[in-house]
């Protein structure tokens, strides 16, 4: 009897075959991408039947496998919206054409690499005014008719689709060079419209607002963050105020969604802990157009301090007729008087991270501009300042309304033990600043010195995670940064790391100015993440360390274009003879 062979090869590691199985995934992915590319009709767009039958479909496959709602609604809709890279004709493998490859001879756009001169930055510019302050001006402009003007603004795609919308509801705003202007028009209204806000959800809120005061209908439109977003607490708030939210797609919380309102408000209403405090900013703002006096209780919201730093200095200029009592915001309706150029703080989520350079590369930033008395900008400030940054207000002066705000370094970072810090200093950052910690703990990493990063609240550590791992460190079970072995760190290198958000970009971009000087620099997959936030970053990046200032318009000088001839003679033109048709 023989004795039966066994099989000796070692079997591959569990994580190896479902990396593979991740890889299929992928190609899946790809061509169901391009398969819906083939049915796009002739605007490009899916058709809502189509798109309504792949939809059931999608969820009665999910339902015979899973109970998870993100699965069938979520993750339906990340499959629609996601994008992929052209492949070149270059790189195409055989075999890997037809429906599974992409458009032949596209050309791919290649990663962005961050790899500024690594000398003391010498920074001096107007710093952009604050976005949502921007736009909130504009909102009032646009309610009232009146004309006013700001500058310089960021013209990121949240103020663009804004002045779109606003637009669109009867508003005269014209956006020209690096500012808008509101010209004097007659007070807009709330048509029954579609409107599309994008992809900020402040926009939906400051239209939502305003469509609450008056009977109404509209429908509501937004990209893919907006269509992913559970407004399910917002939809559960509004009957308290006459008011209905509908969600077109079935199962899904975001957007598109409907909006019917009856306009009869109640005297008060108290905002519930889990609403979005965007809302509350949004009704508060369009409070002064409604036809009787609304009092909101912001008392039981955790975010009450900051509602109340966004809101009330724009009411106070506009002089709007307001009064505040522990937490309970009173706004009585009456006509405002908008000034000609509103007063703006500068915006705080850039102006960190460009104070931050000298902390960084050592040197000095000049942002002339207001800083912002919130919450979240406050602990910004001083977590700079516990880091060793030298930061100091200087006064209004001649085409400095607002003052300078200065930071100097003389020497770059090398320690950052952000867990001494006090706990109630991380705390106070915005959940969506947390990138700046992490990448200045990063950067006194990266140059050898300690740096320890605690659990920041609220912060998604996945995202941690995979910056760490991009810039060449990992992180202890004691919470300290240390770098990982060069050959990993080569590899890494040679990878693009797409941003999860335009703040975790200017991340990376302040790492790379603590790089290694052997390594080439980091790569960014998705530059295009932190132009729709700030359009003139990337070329004040490449232009580091000393940015060239903007000259002002009125100093340029023109090349006068040269004046036009005008020829008389005594010829006179004939026209030829034509042949009368057979």
Same mark, same amino acid.
């Given at each position: 009897?023989?004795?039966?062979?066994?099989?000796?090869?070692?079997?591959?590691?569990?994580?190896?075959?479902?990396?593979?199985?991740?890889?299929?995934?992928?190609?899946?992915?790809?061509?169901?991408?391009?398969?819906?590319?083939?049915?796009?009709?002739?605007?490009?767009?899916?058709?809502?039947?189509?798109? *309504?039958?792949?939809?059931?479909?999608?969820?009665?496959?999910?339902?015979?496998?899973?109970?998870?709602?993100?699965?069938?609604?979520?993750?339906?809709?990340?499959?629609?919206?996601?994008?992929?890279?052209?492949?070149?004709?270059?790189?195409?493998?055989?075999?890997?054409?037809?429906?599974?490859?992409?458009?032949?001879?596209?050309?791919?756009?290649?990663?962005?690499?961050?790899?500024?001169?690594?000398?003391?930055?010498?920074?001096?510019?107007?710093?952009?005014?604050?976005?949502?302050?921007?736009?909130?001006?504009?909102?009032?402009?646009?309610?009232?008719?009146?004309?006013?003007?700001?500058?310089?603004?960021?013209?990121?795609?949240?103020?663009?689709?804004?002045?779109?919308?606003?637009?669109?509801?009867?508003?005269?705003?014209?956006?020209?060079?690096?500012?808008?202007?509101?010209?004097?028009?007659?007070?807009?209204?709330?048509?029954?419209?579609?409107?599309?806000?994008?992809?900020?959800?402040?926009?939906?809120?400051?239209?939502?607002?305003?469509?609450?005061?008056?009977?109404?209908?509209?429908?509501?439109?937004?990209?893919?963050?907006?269509?992913?977003?559970?407004?399910?607490?917002?939809?559960?708030?509004?009957?308290?105020?006459?008011?209905?939210?509908?969600?077109?797609?079935?199962?899904?919380?975001?957007?598109?969604?409907?909006?019917?309102?009856?306009?009869?408000?109640?005297?008060?209403?108290?905002?519930?802990?889990?609403?979005?405090?965007?809302?509350?900013?949004?009704?508060?703002?369009?409070?002064?157009?409604?036809?009787?006096?609304?009092?909101?209780?912001?008392?039981?919201?955790?975010?009450?301090?900051?509602?109340?730093?966004?809101?009330?200095?724009?009411?106070?200029?506009?002089?709007?007729?307001?009064?505040?009592?522990?937490?309970?915001?009173?706004?009585?309706?009456?006509?405002?008087?908008?000034?000609?150029?509103?007063?703006?703080?500068?915006?705080?989520?850039?102006?960190?991270?460009?104070?931050?350079?000298?902390?960084?590369?050592?040197?000095?930033?000049?942002?002339?501009?207001?800083?912002?008395?919130?919450?979240?900008?406050?602990?910004?400030?001083?977590?700079?300042?516990?880091?060793?940054?030298?930061?100091?207000?200087?006064?209004?002066?001649?085409?400095?309304?607002?003052?300078?705000?200065?930071?100097?370094?003389?020497?770059?970072?090398?320690?950052?033990?952000?867990?001494?810090?006090?706990?109630?200093?991380?705390?106070?950052?915005?959940?969506?600043?947390?990138?700046?910690?992490?990448?200045?703990?990063?950067?006194?990493?990266?140059?050898?010195?300690?740096?320890?990063?605690?659990?920041?609240?609220?912060?998604?550590?996945?995202?941690?995670?995979?910056?760490?791992?991009?810039?060449?460190?990992?992180?202890?079970?004691?919470?300290?940064?240390? *770098?990982?072995?060069?050959?990993?760190?080569?590899?890494?290198?040679?990878?693009?790391?797409?941003?999860?958000?335009?703040?975790?970009?200017?991340?990376?971009?302040?790492?790379?100015?603590?790089?290694?000087?052997?390594?080439?620099?980091?790569?960014?997959?998705?530059?295009?993440?932190?132009?729709?936030?700030?359009?003139?970053?990337?070329?004040?990046?490449?232009?580091?360390?000393?940015?060239?200032? *903007? *000259?002002?318009?009125?100093?340029?000088?023109?090349?006068?274009?040269?004046?036009?001839?005008?020829?008389?003679?005594?010829?006179?033109?004939?026209?030829?003879?034509?042949?009368?048709?057979?």
């Amino acid at each position: 009897m023989t004795e039966q062979s066994h099989d000796t090869r070692p079997r591959r590691p569990l994580r190896e075959v479902v990396s593979d199985i991740d890889r299929d995934i992928l190609r899946l992915l790809l061509r169901r991408h391009n398969l819906l590319a083939r049915m796009h009709n002739s605007k490009g767009f899916l058709e809502p039947a189509e798109e *309504k039958a792949l939809r059931e479909s999608w969820e009665a496959a999910v339902s015979r496998v899973s109970r998870d709602a993100r699965l069938s609604g979520r993750f339906f809709s990340l499959m629609q919206e996601v994008e992929f890279l052209p492949r070149p004709s270059a790189q195409r493998e055989e075999g890997e054409g037809g429906e599974d490859g992409q458009a032949a001879g596209a050309e791919r756009r290649p990663a962005f690499n961050l790899a500024p001169a690594l000398r003391p930055v010498r920074l001096a510019m107007s710093a952009p005014l604050a976005c949502r302050a921007t736009r909130a001006w504009l909102m009032l402009a646009a309610a009232s008719g009146q004309a006013l003007r700001i500058e310089p603004c960021l013209m990121n795609d949240p103020i663009v689709d804004c002045v779109k919308a606003l637009n669109q509801l009867g508003a005269g705003l014209n956006r020209e060079e690096d500012g808008v202007t509101a010209r004097e028009t007659a007070p807009v209204g709330a048509p029954d419209k579609v409107l599309h806000v994008g992809d900020s959800a402040w926009n939906f809120f400051l239209l939502l607002g305003h469509y609450l005061g008056r009977p109404s209908r509209a429908k509501f439109t937004g990209e893919t963050s907006l269509k992913l977003a559970d407004f399910s607490a917002v939809r559960r708030f509004l009957p308290n105020l006459g008011a209905r939210l509908v969600h077109v797609v079935p199962k899904s919380d975001g957007l598109p969604a409907r909006l019917e309102c009856s306009g009869i408000l109640p005297d008060a209403a108290a905002l519930p802990a889990d609403v979005p405090a965007e809302l509350a900013e949004g009704i508060l703002l369009a409070a002064p157009f409604y036809e009787r006096a609304l009092t909101l209780d912001l008392a039981a919201h955790p975010q009450q301090q900051l509602i109340l730093a966004r809101v009330l200095p724009i009411l106070r200029a506009a002089d709007a007729d307001i009064s505040v009592t522990e937490g309970r915001v009173r706004v009585a309706p009456g006509p405002l008087r908008l000034p000609a150029r509103p007063r703006l703080p500068l915006e705080p989520e850039l102006a960190v991270f460009l104070l931050a350079l000298p902390l960084v590369l050592s040197g000095e930033t000049r942002l002339d501009g207001g800083w912002p008395q919130w919450p979240g900008a406050q602990a910004a400030w001083e977590l700079l300042q516990a880091l060793g940054l030298d930061l100091r207000r200087e006064q209004p002066g001649e085409g400095r309304p607002e003052g300078t705000v200065c930071a100097h370094a003389a020497a770059p970072l090398k320690r950052a033990s952000l867990a001494a810090l006090p706990a109630g200093l991380l705390a106070g950052l915005p959940t969506d600043w947390a990138p700046l910690p992490v990448a200045l703990a990063a950067c006194a990493a990266l140059r050898g010195g300690e740096a320890s990063l605690p659990e920041l609240p609220g912060a998604d550590m996945s995202e941690v995670t995979s910056f760490l791992h991009t810039v060449g460190l990992e992180r202890t079970a004691e919470g300290r940064l240390c *770098k990982t072995e060069q050959a990993t760190l080569q590899q890494n290198a040679a990878q693009a790391w797409n941003a999860p958000s335009p703040v975790w970009a200017l991340a990376l971009a302040l790492a790379a100015c603590a790089r290694d000087t052997r390594n080439q620099g980091f790569r960014l997959g998705n530059p295009g993440i932190m132009t729709g936030l700030f359009p003139a970053f990337w070329t004040l990046y490449n232009a580091l360390p000393e940015p060239a200032a *903007k *000259k002002p318009a009125g100093n340029e000088k023109t090349t006068a274009a040269p004046a036009r001839r005008r020829i008389i003679t005594t010829a006179v033109a004939v026209p030829p003879e034509l042949k009368e048709e057979e």
